[in-house]
């Protein structure tokens, strides 16, 4: 069972009501949604990190010292 907190900010009265097979929908379509967005931001993170890894071999490749590549790269 699934239940939703009604509170009257007049009153302070709280009523917990169960979600309609609608709400239950939404909810379930909502969490997907998100999931689907944090799974392609965290994709997009892991990218940007292995290009930046990627750039910081290359330039240590072409002799670089460390301090070097970690002015140039940040």
Same mark, same amino acid.
């Given at each position: 069972? $699934?239940?939703?907190?009604?509170?009257?900010?007049? $009153?302070?009265?709280? $009523?917990? &009501?169960?979600? *309609?097979?609608?709400?239950? #929908?939404? +909810?379930?379509?909502? #969490?997907? #949604?998100?999931?689907? !967005?944090? @799974?392609? +931001? !965290? @994709?997009?993170?892991? #990218? *940007?990190? %292995?290009?930046? %890894?990627? %750039?910081?071999?290359? &330039?240590? @490749? &072409?002799? &670089?010292?460390? @301090?070097?590549?970690? %002015?140039?790269?940040?």
């Amino acid at each position: 069972m $699934t239940t939703k907190l009604i509170i009257n900010c007049s $009153t302070g009265e709280r $009523t917990e &009501l169960e979600l *309609t097979a609608e709400e239950v #929908a939404q +909810r379930e379509a909502d #969490a997907s #949604a998100f999931a689907e !967005q944090e @799974a392609a +931001r !965290q @994709a997009e993170l892991d #990218a *940007t990190a %292995a290009a930046k %890894a990627s %750039a910081q071999a290359k &330039l240590k @490749a &072409l002799g &670089l010292s460390d @301090a070097e590549v970690q %002015a140039l790269t940040g």
